[in-house]
């Protein structure tokens, strides 16, 4: 419904209280992990199989899954999601519902299960576990068929579920294409959607689902305005673009599209009376394609481009799910091992001291003794600076114990209150006393990082130039990177 003639104040304070489930905050809070796209693919230099590959084709000779966990780890991630089934209906275990898996070909002789030996390794090494599963199957007979494809797809999903610990995540590609007879298949999403929240309770399901949110592309690209509360129409599966069409009960307004610039500003939830909380996830790889292929083994991204996209989605208000394709040795090539380090090392090393740890802290106001603006520095994401209720403009300053030499400062909302702040500006008080705005921006969200020209000061002052309803922040850290061009 569009909101006219209903005081701004209402529809506001309606979109600021709307927030994160249990799961979703987990989720939030892992940050940057890893896709690992591997199949019969790796093998036959494609990447999309037809499903008429020969199972015998896939033979890693020297799969080593806890060299996967190794590298995720020195990167600083978090996760790993699994290909289990490609579009190619290959699957990585061996499921008692079709004979195309593992279980017929070489590896391990036919007696091997590559999704437990990963969710066995992450285990192990303190990552979390997420399975991808493609409802587009070029294999299965039945796809098309929809009511028995769906039975079939059930049946894998749950062997997945149940047998191999819990998972933070259950991935679904949107790719659709026609079954054997040119039939169409129906997925039954509302089915698959129950049984993951019967079975696993905590993952999110991701992409063609409820929880987590395409950001709209595969390039790394992230909008400089990272909404998390958006209309309730983008959980919709269908990909659809902007068109102007009745929603919201009967009320004509423009529909929003994944793609689309602005998803969830004043302007837009003016506009929609449904909203949701529907966070971002940025997905792309570290090399052209998803699968592994020798002719791409020097164009894997640079350290430039890679910290690029994690700045822009870790530091945008979403998350990094950065894929990493294993080769036909069932390894992750040496060129990418060394870039996951470099780039591991970078953010270690840029995030090891926080510059404002032993700052004062004072603001323009503070909602009670609960909200001081000391929280912001406790290191703790539940304790949180507030202004009171309806203040929607205000500052907090940060005296610093002497000068130093900073280049970013990461804002963090309290976002199980909401995504409040709309507009902020930072301002550095430099060597001769006077205030210097550093960086402009709008959200903020579960994490802004705010990256600048490398500035000496002894005070860092946000003005919170516009939120909704009053804003609210968890955590405030300044830092040097190590970035050459900034030690000068
Ligand atoms: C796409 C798929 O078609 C690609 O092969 C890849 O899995 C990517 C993550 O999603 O839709």
Redesign the pocket.
Known sequence: MVHSGTPASDWIKAAARIVPSERQLAWQEMEFYAFI?FTVNTFTDR??GTGDEDPALFAPTELDARQWVRACKSAGMTGLIL?CK??DGFCLWPSKHTDHTVSASPWREGRGDLVREVAEACREGGLRFGIYLSPWDRHEPSYGDSARYNAFFLNQLRELLTGYGELFCVWF???CGEGPNGKRQEYDWPAYYALIRELQPGAVISVCGPDVRWCGN?AGCVRSSEWSVVPAHMQDNEKIQAESQQVDDGQFASRIGTQDDDLGSREVIRRHSRLIWYPAEV?TSIRPG?FYHASEDDQVKSLEELLAVYYGAVGGNATFLLNLPPDKRGLIHERDLERLNELGNHLRETFRDNLALLARAEASEARGEKHTPAMVLDGDKQTYWSPREGTEQAWLQLELPGRAIFDRIVLMEHIRSGQRIERFRLDARTCDGSWQEIYCGTVVGYKRICCFDPVEADAVRLTIEQSRWCPTLSGFGIYRSTAKEARA
């Open positions: 796209h990447e999309w290909t490609h579009h590609d949107g790719a595969e997905n998803w």
